[in-house]
């Protein structure tokens, strides 16, 4: 069956930190990967997505995310979070034309 | 150009009732999937329709129907409401042109059943 494990509930980080939030997707063939945000009281918006080529994928704000293929992973990463960056992030692959399953989210806290 | 419109904002229902949610997708988006939202359970994928046509549905009971017009927006009921079924519900949009599992989400209608 489809699934995807993001692998910590909420993550405390102080600012200028490093950021990498898990993603682990049981799929098979071929998938295409998406990091969805959704920042506080406004509504879930797509940050990056994966779907051939380059396996570093770049997003909005700073955020990269790389698919590696033999781990079953598209992990999101950060050099350097920032306050403005506290929100529950969410990885959903899909495969074809199924519909996006989404992970249970991560919620980050940036701490000044 | 407007965003997914999502109608009402806030409802308060008891246990026993039904409740229709409304969705009015991104123009010229044909596409709408509903998600449900719970602090346990994250987001669960409800249905897909896509030119008035269900698509995909999800592992969710009966008591949950959708329906989507021939101007794509789409409506979601909920019959014999539970406890359980209070949740933030999604409505997301898509059209072919922005890539498969592209979704632009509205802001939610947050059900609690009382």
């Known amino acids: 069956a489809q699934s995807v494990s993001q692998h910590n509930h909420h993550v405390i980080l102080s600012e200028a930190a490093s950021l990498e939030l898990g993603c682990n997707y049981s799929?098979?063939?071929?998938?295409?990967l998406f990091w969805y945000v959704q920042y506080p009281g406004q509504h879930l918006q797509l940050l990056l997505k994966?779907?051939?080529?380059?396996?570093l994928v770049k997003g909005i704000k700073g955020f990269e995310a790389e698919f590696i293929k033999s781990k079953f992973s598209f992990n999101l990463r950060k050099p350097s979070v920032q306050w403005s960056d506290t929100a529950e992030y969410f990885c959903?692959?899909?495969?074809?034309?199924?519909?996006?399953?989404f992970g249970k989210g991560t919620r980050l806290s940036v701490i000044a | 150009k407007a965003g997914v419109t999502q109608t009402p904002r806030y409802l308060i229902k008891t246990r026993g009732q039904q409740v229709t949610l409304s969705c009015s997708p991104i123009?010229?988006?044909?596409?709408v999937s509903w998600y449900q939202q719970t602090p346990g359970q994250g987001l669960q994928f409800l249905f897909e329709?896509?030119?008035?046509?269900?698509?995909n549905k999800g592992n969710f009971p009966g008591r949950f129907s959708g329906r989507q017009f021939s101007n794509s927006r789409s409506e979601m009921n909920v019959s014999t409401l539970e406890l359980g079924d209070s949740a933030l519900y999604l409505c997301?949009?898509?059209?072919?042109?922005?890539?498969?599992?592209?979704?632009?989400f509205g802001e939610g209608s947050r059900l609690t059943v009382l």
């Open positions: 959903a692959p899909t495969s074809g034309n199924t519909p996006l399953v």
């Open positions: 329709y896509f030119s008035e046509t269900q698509r």
């Open positions: 123009s010229g988006h044909r596409s």
């Open positions: 799929y098979g063939g071929t998938v295409n």
């Open positions: 994966y779907f051939s080529g380059d396996p």
């Open positions: 997301a949009s898509s059209t072919p042109g922005t890539g498969v599992g592209e979704l632009f």
